[in-house]
């Protein structure tokens, strides 16, 4: 059983920065396939940026080049880095992880799932 906990939401203008980070109650650096996925209001998940056990990171067209999705060494934090951010990546993130050492897609079947906390980009 794996518990995450993201922290790091909060309010920005458009153009502004947030790192959000995801804290696991044990060691998720290799073993797991972890993800960052987000919900706005009235829409479907949508997968942001996962990154496999092995490292490889993939990110959502809609994200590529703002978004930096990435694991600290000693095990057990996951950070999404989200810079230029804009109105309509305002959704509540979630941290996600699925244990896997294989190919770790956007659509991965995650089964272990942290409560989300809030991202509101204002233009």
């Known amino acids: 059983q794996v518990h995450l906990e993201e922290s790091g939401g909060g309010s920005v203008q458009a153009g502004g920065s947030l790192r959000l980070s995801c804290a696991a109650s044990?060691?998720?650096?290799?073993?797991?396939?972890l993800g960052w996925v987000r919900q706005a209001p009235g829409k479907e998940r949508e997968g942001v940026a996962p990154?496999?056990?092995?490292?490889?990171?993939r990110y959502a067209d809609s994200v590529k080049g703002r978004f930096t999705i990435f694991k600290d060494p000693a095990g057990s934090t996951l950070y999404l880095e989200m810079n230029s951010l804009k109105p309509e990546d305002t959704a509540m993130y979630f941290c996600a992880a699925e244990k896997s050492i294989g190919y770790c897609p956007l659509s991965a079947n995650f089964n272990y799932w942290g409560q989300g906390t809030q991202v509101t980009v204002s233009s």
């Open positions: 044990g060691y998720i650096y290799s073993g797991y396939c």
């Open positions: 990154i496999a056990s092995y490292g490889i990171p």
